[in-house]
């Protein structure tokens, strides 16, 4: 076990509501994994027997749909976890996740995972940060299909990135256009539109905010 491990469990969202003797328990069961960029970590469809917590870098998450498009379902930050789906309800992952940039994921057994839920104190930590997890998506899935693509593409980019004025981009544009939801074409049109209206300026890597965008942003929310 290491202080490194601890204090990003002790970082991330899904376990955020452990108390910290349950967050030592998983830093003792967890095993570091090395991504390089568009590796595999795991196929849809694909038996599973773990979950993931991604510690650095950028984890896309998708599903093919029966022409062969793939449908992004989510871009996972650092302190996000996920495939928590083969701990319960089934044995294989429903998604392909891919490393969008270099990453290291913290890698739980189902089999330790169950271990640990024999201790009371841990079973209802771990099963409210599910229920936390559980209303997270389903106010993403509203997000998708009721905001218009200028409002989805801000809401990514403060997710990913939190509410700066210069952003410097980790990903593809045509990664960030898959995440929500629209095709690179669109996106860069929606993108030439921005910078017409001096919204933004987009050069390359880097995304410049006018000066109060995001205190504005969010006071008309």
């Given amino acids: ?3 490194d491990r601890i204090a990003i469990l002790a970082q991330a969202t899904f376990f955020q509501g452990l ?4 967050r030592e328990a998983l830093a003792a069961v967890c095993h ?5 960029k568009r590796a595999e970590l795991f196929h849809e469809g694909q038996r599973g027997s773990a979950m993931f917590l991604l ?3 950028s984890i896309q998450l998708h599903k093919t749909a029966p022409n062969g498009e793939e449908i992004v379902i989510k871009v996972v930050k650092p302190g996000e976890s996920f495939a928590e789906v083969v701990l319960f309800e089934e044995d294989r992952y429903p998604v392909t996740a891919v490393a969008l940039a270099n990453s290291r994921v ?3 057994l189902r089999q330790d995972i169950q271990h640990l839920l024999g201790a009371a104190d841990f079973r209802r930590d771990f099963i409210a940060s599910l229920m936390r997890k559980q209303r997270y998506l389903a106010e993403k899935i509203r997000q998708l299909t009721s905001h218009d693509v200028e409002t989805r593409l801000f809401t990514f980019l403060r997710e990913q990135y939190g509410p700066r004025d210069l952003i410097a981009v980790t990903i593809s544009k045509k990664d960030i256009a898959a995440a929500i939801g629209v095709t690179p074409e669109t996106l860069s049109r929606l993108i030439a539109r921005l910078k017409r209206q001096h919204k933004i ?4 890597r880097t995304i410049r905010f006018p000066s109060g965008y995001w205190q504005r942003h969010t006071a008309s929310r």
Wanted: proline share 9%; net charge negative.
């Fill in 1 to 3: 076990m290491t202080i």
């Fill in 19 to 22: 108390a910290p003797q349950s």
């Fill in 32 to 36: 570091p994994r090395e991504l390089h």
């Fill in 55 to 57: 510690a650095s870098g």
């Fill in 106 to 108: 913290f890698e739980f």
């Fill in 201 to 204: 300026i987009w050069n390359g």
